[in-house]
């Protein structure tokens, strides 16, 4: 069974930077695409940054030039750098990953909290 397990939330002060990981059971190159998803309490979950298997890289409007995704394929592990971090990061972050007509595993997300 394909599984994706996150890790490194936690509390923060703004202006901070917090490193989220993703270790996935399988090799990462099994997936098309990888992303990051936040969900702000009481709202829904929103594309953070995705990353191919192709290497290339998408950022929401909120997050561009503040959060980074990257990947360890030797470790089997899928980044979030999040630098300057603002109390709207608060919330749930879910790592995803999909292979088309496949599979699209979800993880069981990590809790980030920015305090102003």
């Known amino acids: 069974q394909v599984q994706l397990v996150e890790s490194g939330g936690g509390l923060v002060q703004a202006g901070g930077s917090l490193r989220l990981s993703c270790a996935a059971s399988?090799?990462?190159?099994?997936?098309?695409?990888m992303g990051w998803y936040h969900q702000a309490p009481g709202k829904r979950r929103e594309l953070v940054a995705s990353?191919?298997?192709?290497?290339?890289?998408a950022y929401g409007d909120s997050v561009k030039g503040r959060f980074t995704i990257s990947r360890d394929s030797a470790k089997n592990t899928v980044y979030l750098q999040m630098n300057t971090l603002k109390p709207e990061d608060t919330g749930l972050y879910f790592c995803?990953?999909?292979?088309?007509?496949?599979?699209?595993?979800w993880g069981q997300g990590t809790q980030v909290t920015v305090s102003s």
């Open positions: 995803n990953g999909a292979k088309l007509n496949e599979y699209d595993i």
């Open positions: 399988i090799s990462i190159y099994n997936f098309n695409r």
């Open positions: 990353i191919t298997s192709r290497s290339s890289t």
